[in-house]
């Protein structure tokens, strides 16, 4: 079982930034894709980001160029920096890893198991 624990929420101007931390407490993090979702109130939940095993990366649209994902296997951690941020990032922030191992980069929430509890992100205007 993959225990996920994020950190680094919080409030915010525009145009500021925030890292989001995830911390893993299972052996085979290291082999598994991970990513970042965000859930808006009234919104269903989407995709941010997500880095593959080997560190292959894919953002969604609204994000690339501003967020940066990376994961440190030595620390069991994945990270995502948000610069630039926009009153519409806000959304509570969750943390996921696959449960395929040795898989390649993960988009769609089906392919997740294990969840976070999530980290509430708030950009003000």
Known sequence: QVQLVESGGGLV??????RLSCAASERTFSSRAMGWF???PGKEREFVAT????GSIYY???VKGRFTI???????SVYL??????????????????????GGVAVNLGEYNYWGQG???????
């Not at 880095?51 to 080997?54: D, G, L, M, Q, R």
């Not at 509430?120 to 205007?125: F, L």
């Open 70 to 76: 990376s994961r440190d296997s030595a620390k069991n």
């Open 51 to 54: 880095i593959s095993w080997v």
């Open 13 to 18: 101007q525009a145009g500021g930034s925030l």
């Open 38 to 40: 965000r859930q808006a």
């Open 60 to 62: 969604a649209d609204s």
């Open 119 to 125: 980290t509430q992100v708030t950009v003000s205007s």
């Open 81 to 102: 920096q948000m610069n630039s941020l926009k009153p519409e990032d806000t959304a509570v922030y969750y943390c996921a890893a696959t449960i395929r191992l040795h």
